[in-house]
Nanobody, 127 residues
């Protein structure tokens, strides 16, 4: 049984930082691209960042230079370091796992077409 468990969310002031973690179990972690998505109230879930099994990273434009995704394969954990937070970053943050490769990977990148999802962690940035 695959489980993705996010942690590290909370309330922070504008300009502050948070580090999200996602601990994975029940899958061969090193074989998966790991992603972070977020969903604000009344909005669709949107892509935030991804890190491939080879460590290549992708970011949504609004978080480039502020957020950093990383992974620790021996610990089966992916992280999202979030700096210079803004009120518009307020959302539930979800991690996901994608087993695809090659052409399938590029067709699924930045989409919600993922193999597994966590339950989410709330991030609230106050102005």
């Amino acid at each position: 049984q695959v489980q993705l468990v996010e942690s590290g969310g909370g309330l922070v002031q504008t300009g502050g930082s948070l580090r999200l973690s996602c601990a994975a179990s029940g899958l061969t972690f090193s074989s998966y691209t790991m992603d972070w998505f977020r969903q604000a109230p009344g909005k669709e879930r949107e892509f935030v960042a991804a890190i491939t099994r080879n460590g290549i990273t992708y970011y949504e434009d609004s978080v480039k230079g502020r957020f950093t995704i990383s992974r620790d394969n021996p610990k089966n954990t992916v992280y999202l370091q979030m700096n210079s937070l803004k009120p518009e970053d307020t959302a539930v943050y979800y991690c996901s796992a994608d087993r695809s490769s090659g052409v399938s990977f590029y067709s699924r990148l930045r989409t919600a077409d993922q193999d597994y999802w966590g339950q989410g962690t709330q991030v609230t940035v106050s102005s």
